[in-house]
């Protein structure tokens, strides 16, 4: 599974920005997408996911002013988020977490990584 991600930038606390990720290759494999994010110096933490279900989760530091969603779990997902602050600030990866039926263990695809930086 490759995926691409887009979006993030610069923006002003309290301003808007949107990510988008899409997923190629074997999709059929997808059981849940989502962002998760590295800020300087610290782990990676998750953000939001979405199950091929629809089902969503959110970290809670992020829940009320971010919104996960997607046309179609298995291949694309976006993550709009508002209000954001200084400590959204990092790189955000896009996530897919495919099903190997020959191990029968969860797989882990990342995409690049896009910086999202908010100012003071």
């Known amino acids: 599974v490759q995926l691409q991600a887009s979006g993030g930038g610069l923006v002003q606390t309290g301003g808007s920005l949107r990510l988008s990720c899409a997923a190629s290759g074997s999709v059929f494999t997808v059981n849940s997408m989502g962002w998760y994010r590295q800020a300087p110096g610290k782990q990676r933490e998750l953000v939001a996911t979405?199950?091929?279900?629809?089902?969503?989760n959110y970290a809670v530091s992020v829940k009320d002013r971010f919104a996960i969603s997607s046309d179609n779990p298995k291949t694309t997902v976006d993550l709009q988020m508002n209000s954001l602050k200084p400590e959204d600030t990092a790189v955000y990866y896009c996530n897919a977490r495919t099903w190997n039926f020959r191990t029968r263990a969860f797989v882990d695809y990342w995409g690049q990584g896009t910086l999202v930086t908010v100012s003071s």
């Open positions: 979405i199950t091929s279900d629809g089902s969503t």
